[in-house]
């Protein structure tokens, strides 16, 4: 039983950093810090309305598979894989 | 080839093949009606959540949203694909491990009650309903536009067309359906995008184009658009916000949580084999999704520009800059005999003048000039995809393409949502609630007959559309961020929170949502029914109708956690439940009973 609070725990911290990346390249970038940002020039737009319009979508991308991959490799660590 | 002709045959030609797909995937068990038989793979499955999630309101609208708000836009685009973040990791995983086949079914039973389970049936029947609403009306002004039939004959040929392939093939059908439809729909965005693009800044690939510079000279064009939108009086495109920046972060929140807890976008994840499939299936949806979802904001932003300088040919204040009336391109006189667009000829020089007169300085400036005031009197956002191809000068084919996408988008999300309504009413309240007895046979039957009830329902709103049509967007989204979403959340994470918490947090969340909303925009949206009417529009800090659910969602949490607190425990066999769920292959089978 301890294994599986174990791999619950992992999965959390997991969780909880791909959560933080997520708030922070679109509440962050995109929306709090955005004229900060916006000082930085990506070719012809400012980069907090390219984290707006583009960057966003993209880092939510990678999460999504990253937290695939880590999660089926914590499923095998823990032997708790589907067959 | 003519225009309409192009259109009949592409639209034909893509009706056929998802009628030929509908024969092919039948389906025979309420496994297959209602998850595909659990049998999808993560790609494919990816693929029709995009065609599912992707309605006519991402293809048509969005684009025009984002031409007129600018950077203020930026909530939808980033809502509607963060949502997809939440579900791949708080919800799609646990979800599948439960196994079952509707939301209100895991709601009903993580919460061991019949009142939550029925609780959940409502507010997704609401929020679906909603939506179809939406996507009938789609169907019905892409068929009278582009066909020159009337309305309601388009209304029709789209019911017939989902009645075929939903009723007979259930999820099944729909999901290879969806995935035909999504390759119409992706295609018919993408090729535009691509000539406009290149015609434009010489880049051939959207995404790219809008950072680069201008075909002609090293303008970059976004500073390009700045400065024409801002020379006329309007708002700098790439810093106008929406309402206030607060406005915008819970405008967004309330978009993601609600795309995570929308009843027809999480009943996908019940169809695919295992549990890292349904990890996975988010993954690759938000990949089909991205692929529209970041081209939009070059077709916002191009359509704009080209809008602009079609009307605007030249410095501002030379008089030969204003286009004659007389002049006027085509797709200008085919979208004022739709009553979108219409022009008046405020100052009688039969030339043009859009600007923007609302801006106190610039309306001096242009009184100067002898402009009257803005007379483009009407320029309605969501032409701007249909009429895109057309201001461009694309050659025919391209815009029967986008006609072609267009319908498929509204018939795959209208078909998703139909099937989530049918599946809670035949699953959760006639086999869950009322004739818990019936055969399979007899179920697969019910659902067919609730799928067909749905889908005369839906047609019989879009003939009809209530006048509250337009506002419940607000509702829908607001249902899903506020009620559904946080009761599958803590479900899945928090062991503690019991039936009374999650009922009262459920309806507090719901309340509070609905209140806001309805003191806005009048109770159901009956005019005149708005009441405290003294109180300044948007007075909880500045937040809009539209963007609230963020907040009901947060009280749902608070109220459901805190009751939770202070009534009993929910019992052994429950908190078994929820650790089973958390693990993927689960060694402890004494919990699945």
Known sequence: ?83 | MELTTLTYAFVGATFALYIGIAFWARASTTGDFYVAGKGVHPVANGMATAADWMSAASFISMAGLIAFNGYGASVFLMGWTGGYVLLALLLAPYLRKFGKFTVPEFIGERYYSRTARIVAVICLILASITYVIGQMKGIGVAFSRFLETDYDTGLYVGMGIVFIYSVMGGMKGITYTQIAQYCVLIFAYTVPAVFISLNITGNPIPQLGILGTMNEGSTYMMDKLNLVVSELGFNEYTTQVLGSKLNMFAYTLTLMIGTAGLPHVIIRFFTVPKVRDARATAGWALVFIAILYTTAPAVGSMARLNLMNTIQTGPVGEVASNIEYKNRPQWFKNWESTGLLKFEDKNGDGRIQYYNDKNKDFAKKADALGWKGNEMVKVDRDIMVLANPEIANLPNWVIALVVAGGLAAALSTAAGLLLAIASSISHDLLKGIFKPDISERQELMAGRIAMAGAIGAAGYFGLHPPDFAAGTVAIAFGLAASSIFPALMMGIFNKKVNRTGAVAGMVTGIGITMLYVFQHKGIMFIPGTAFLGDMSPNWFFGISPNAFGCVGALANFAVAIGISKVTSAPPEHIQHLVEDIRIPGSSSAATEH
């Open chain 1, 1 to 83: 039983m301890n294994k599986n609070a174990d791999y619950w725990k992992e999965n959390l911290r997991l969780v909880v950093i791909l959560m933080v990346i997520w708030f922070a390249v679109s509440f962050l970038f995109g929306i709090i810090l955005v004229d900060t940002l916006n000082t930085i020039r990506v070719g012809g737009v400012g980069l907090g309305f390219w984290f707006a319009q583009q960057g966003s979508i993209y880092v939510f991308l990678a999460l999504i598979f990253v937290y695939t991959k880590k999660m089926n490799a914590l499923d095998r660590k823990y032997n708790v894989h589907e067959d």
